[in-house]
């Protein structure tokens, strides 16, 4: 059987940031939530499964290549563990007002659950260049 619990506990609050820092509504950030969630196993798998250290995805995104050494290192540069929330919050929420700010524009668009992760998902993939 599964472990929901963590992330359930966990849930709440993000999407309360969410929702206050981005101006979205409870099914926007619910389509973040779910996202995260299912990268990372419910908050449970922070670096993935098989890879070895400084390799593969670290933190709620499984941020990978250079977004993982660019997630590392800010988290170096404010002193947070990168396995913390604090550390994985606030780097998604630099990413969301930066780099990755299409996904909020995407997921304005968005007025479904189904939408909302349709539209995170693909919108915070890498950045095409």
Not at 59 to 88: H, I, M, P, V, Y
Not at 95 to 109: C, M
């Amino acid at each position: 059987m599964v472990d929901r619990s963590l992330f359930r506990t966990k849930t709440p609050d993000v999407m309360h940031r969410l929702i206050g820092d981005f101006d979205l509504n409870e099914i926007q950030a619910a389509g973040i939530v779910g996202n995260l969630g299912h990268e990372c196993a419910g908050f449970h798998t922070l670096h993935e499964i098989g890879q070895p250290e400084g390799k593969g995805g670290y933190g709620w995104a499984q941020w990978t290549g250079d977004r993982r050494k660019s997630f590392l290192a800010w988290c170096d540069k404010r002193k947070l563990g990168w396995e913390t929330d604090a550390a994985n919050y606030g780097y998604l929420s630099s990413e969301l007002h930066g780099t990755y700010a299409r996904s909020i524009s995407a997921l304005e668009k968005a007025y479904t659950l189904e939408a909302s992760v349709v539209a995170f998902e693909r919108s915070y993939g890498p950045v095409i260049k």
